[in-house]
């Protein structure tokens, strides 16, 4: 377990090491600067360079790469070019709070409306219920958020006056942007769950434990989903990262001060240190999120237990 | 069992309060101490009834270190809580504000600013003159300079080099007489330099404040220090500011409103549900919604100093040639462009100085001139014609243009009139912001949509951008020594009728060369609150001015 756990982390460095190169390289392609180049189009191009230069950014781009990995190693992100005189990582640091905390709660809501709507259409298969409930996931996948987020600022927040419009001011202004986000959550989790339930259901250990005379809370509960834990688990990873890492879009609506304005924003004014550091902390966070699910497989299903070595 | 869950429940909660702590509601940062300071207000009047303005920025707040910022959203709040030696008034007209009153020598060279006596930093401490030679030479130095340095170093004698770290600060010709004195020398005339000291640029500088902070300085609002009409209380860069009345400013007795919320809302249509839900007393509009609300009072327009036009390659075929440029140049009736197309309160161009821009006596440049280049198609054809029987072949046009709605809006706009009158197909080519610079750079472009938003007002801030030699490739090769001896003479002129004359031929000269198309003249239009009125907006620099709004 342990050479497991390290040669994973192994690979984490070396694949965290490829992106940053990769990202490095690719953004230096953007055409452009951080500046405002509107007003250097004024300077003659020998000041224009001069004026790269105190930045450093008159050297050749592989030049500049190694300056860059050495700091980076040094565990400093740089400073932010847009935000003059910040750290990357204390503006990371700084706007990750709310995009989390939206992120956790959409996915606990997600989750945890998404299973029991997916458990009810299975438990009444070809019924009314298990219609209406297919509907809405359907609805949920096929809705862009944007709109959704649109539709529940308007009537929710300007007619009916029943929560703020937007801004980031309370906790009441995280709940718009959160029912936003997990609505795509609850529609995908519904539909996997009730499928996922439905080839439970046919399992012979399903039939066993009723003959038994085992309550049906208690099938579902002890039998169903746990099982039924198993794939969600698969698909858990990339909803957690994608909502915890922020949503531009409902972000923007909400004006909530979130990291994924930061990171399209960074993009569109070249601000290579944030577009950097941001990269990374994605794709770190991404890496480790995955690892957590691989041992979380274990928990979950002894069965795949990784190579057996775990002493019980 | 049971107490594994405990457990977990005991995690959870953890992880809840770490996040709901990290995640800064910037209503709960709000001193307990200001809350019961203002006690004797209800708390839920607090949306209507009272003297706060709230008003939305439509990006994050880059950087509020003054000297070194480059951004309008920037310099729109540093304008409110900083204030210059002279502050523009609604006309676009300086009026003394730190200082009292200035001398200028005869040859124009020579600036004498007496400032005021009792102006005060907002922790008490006095103004004095070497506040401004410490921010000015402070925003010339190449370690502290941000791309603004120009905005002092095209003016201020000794500046350039000193700004190239070829000369020491004594060089400079800013000279600290006594505590209320100071005398600036210039490179040359320059009879807009008063209105430049009221721009962000040149803002002063407490030294003592400024080493005490350091690398903090102006990254939080009690790191900075304020000498304008507010100071900030709370200072987000992805949220926004909130102002409050400075009780130590010279004027407070102007100032009506007490407080000021600037909030950043980066969806236009959010801005919009802010202001009907009564949340913000201002929001500027996108086309879309401008017919919805074109009828209503609250309604409004206003222009920027910001000219939009063509620029002709005039290195490549076929713009090589002086009536295919000319033939393109008249074939497009920006009036269309601006009342259809564009649809928010853009002003259509023929000339390239903005409306409204100071000329000489209180006539504007444009009332001067007139206009200059008016769409005529008969004569279009004419010309092209003519360009095309010199050619030899109908020649093949690429316009290129920038990727956003708007710039790719002009660009289909073009290729559809010249289609219509000229029968003439061009193609389009659009590139990214900072893509369209860099190819327009390297020269490698037939005609392209730019633009120009003025630093200052005066004509010159256009017309000094076709001098030689500065960009020859960006400017489209626009090579005529006239111009350049004409823009000279303006530079070195005192006299100010003659010297606006100069700039008056200019203009006539380039656009009458063909090389530059003129299409239109920026506008904006906003919804404001009827009960708000006073909220000065420039058309350059730093905007808005809040000192003189109030609101019932």
Redesign the interface.
Known sequence: MNKYLFMRLVNIVITLFIIATATFFLMKQMPGSPFDEEKLSTLSDEQRLEFYARYGLDKPVSQQYFLYMKTLFQGDLGESYYFKGQDVSSLIIGRIGPSALLGVQAVILGFTIGIILGIIAAFRHNTMWDFSTMLVAVLGVSIPNFVFAALLQYYVGLKLGLLPVAFWESYSSSIMPTITLSLMVIALIARFTRNEMLEVLQQDYMLTAKAKGVSQFKVIYKHGIRNVLIPLVTILGPIVVSLLTGSLVIENIFSVPGIGSLFVDSIKVNDYTTIMGLTLFYSAFFVLTMLIIDLLYGIIDPRIRISGQRSE | MRRKWRGRLVLIFF?AVV??S???????STEPSEQTNEGTTNDDGARSADNTLRLSLD??I??L?QV????GISFGILNNVMEGLYRLDENNEPQPAMAESYEKSEDGLTYTFKLKEGIKWSNGEPITANDFKYSWLRAMH?DTA???A?ILTDYIKGGAAYA?GEAEADSVSIEVVDEKTLIVELVQPTPFFVDLTAFVTYFPLNEKFVEEKG?K???TYDAILYNGPYVLTSY????GVEMEKNPEYWDKDNVAIEKVSM?????T??AL??Y??G?LDKVYLASADVDTYKDSPEFQTETEFRTYFIQFNEAKEPFNNDNIRKALQLAYDPQILTDVILNNGSEPAYGLVAVEMAGVDGQSFRELQGDVIKPDIEKAKEYWAKGVEELGSTPQIELLTADDTVSKDTGTFLQSEYKKNLGVDINLVT?????R???M?AGDYQMAVN???ADFNDAMTYLD?WEA???TD?RGNFINSQYDELVNAAKTEADEKVRIQYLLDAEKLILEDGSVGPLYFDGLSFLQKQNVKGIVTHPYGASPDLKWATKE
């Open positions: 992880i996040l709901l990290g995640c800064n509601f910037s209503g709960s990006n994050d880059p950087d270190n070194k910022t480059t951004d190449p941000g791309s603004y120009t190239a690398d300085f102006a990254l987000n860069q992805a949220q909030k950043v809302i980066k969806e249509s959010t549900n802010l009907e839900a949340d590139q990214p912001y900072s893509g610079l860099d190819t750079r633009r120009w938003g951008l030699p500065s960009n960006f």
